[in-house]
């Protein structure tokens, strides 16, 4: 619970901070997947190619990925989907995602399906529509963005398992030595990030936390207890190829001090299409 409080006075602090000097930043352009100032219903993707595949603190996979971003844009909804495959094939993803936006708030529904093998405690995957709590390898994300200060150069997240593979592992009443799913966790990842411009690139840190709603002071999703989970900076930039194509690169670092790991994580954006 030390942990816990610790984490929440320092996002309120920097929240607090961050309204004052926003005021005072340069206008930091959304970091956003899809363009939504268009009227226009269209559709949007993208393609990129990552060094590894990093979550909130978390490495789902360590072997360089694919990802894929598709999505149709209609006045301020949009419903997307993306894809994920590790090049040596032991990972693989598929996300549905719902999104409602508004001009500093977006609020998210995403349906994570994993279908790597060996992962949580089921070790095969029992398909894309198997919604028993006990069995899916889905995993059911509420979302809050929020962009804070006049311009919008800091921002908050708040994530929230709401359904899926997020629970408790429990002796079964029929074997002890056999582990079932018990109670959801209902485990909380907060985020707040700040952005500024410096010698040609964005610049974006953030600090990151998690506990579960369930039992505060126990484990979640992310560790074996509450507490700050993911810290880094990241520096964008795009490079131009030509009159007409720009690659934008993202290169990241980060640390996870409840596990005591970092990574260097590299994003490029290879393909961006907008209204095909």
């Known amino acids: 619970m030390k942990h816990i409080k610790l984490f929440l006075l320092s996002i309120g602090l920097l929240c607090f901070t961050g309204q004052l000097l926003a005021q005072n930043e340069s206008n930091i352009l959304k970091d956003s997947l899809f363009e939504t100032s268009s009227e226009q219903a269209h559709w949007d ?20 990925t694919i990802a894929t971003n598709s999505g149709y844009v209609w006045n301020s909804w949009i419903f997307g989907m993306y894809g994920g495959v590790s090049l040596d094939g032991s990972y693989q993803e598929t996300d549905f995602i719902i ?13 994570y399906y994993n279908f790597s093998s060996g992962i949580t405690d089921i070790p ?21 963005d929020v962009q804070l200060g006049k311009r919008e150069n800091w921002d908050a997240r ?7 593979r997020d629970t408790y592992l ?14 959801q966790r209902y485990s909380q990842y907060l985020e707040l990030g700040h952005s500024w411009n410096w ?6 840190a953030h600090i990151g936390g998690a506990f579960s709603w369930a039992d505060m002071s126990g484990d979640n999703f992310y560790g074996d207890t509450g507490g700050i989970n993911n810290l880094g900076i990241t520096l964008s930039r795009k490079f131009l190829i030509n009159n007409r194509v720009q690659i934008p690169v993202k290169v990241s670092s980060y640390i996870n001090p409840m596990a005591e790991r970092a990574y260097l994580h590299v994003s490029l ?8």
């Open 45 to 64: 993707l993208s393609f990129t190619l990552k060094t590894q595949n990093y979550f909130r603190g978390l490495i789902s996979s360590a072997s360089p």
């Open 99 to 111: 999104i409602y936006n508004l001009p500093k708030v977006d609020f998210h529904l995403e349906y």
């Open 124 to 144: 095969e995957p029992s398909g894309l529509f198997d919604f028993d709590r006990k069995t899916t390898r889905g995993l059911l994300d509420f979302i809050i």
């Open 158 to 164: 708040s994530a929230t398992f709401l359904f899926g």
């Open 170 to 183: 429990e002796p079964s009443d029929d074997d002890e030595t056999i582990m079932v799913r018990g109670d």
């Open 199 to 204: 010698n040609q690139m964005n610049v974006r």
């Open 269 to 276: 954006n290879l393909i961006q299409l907008s209204k095909i």
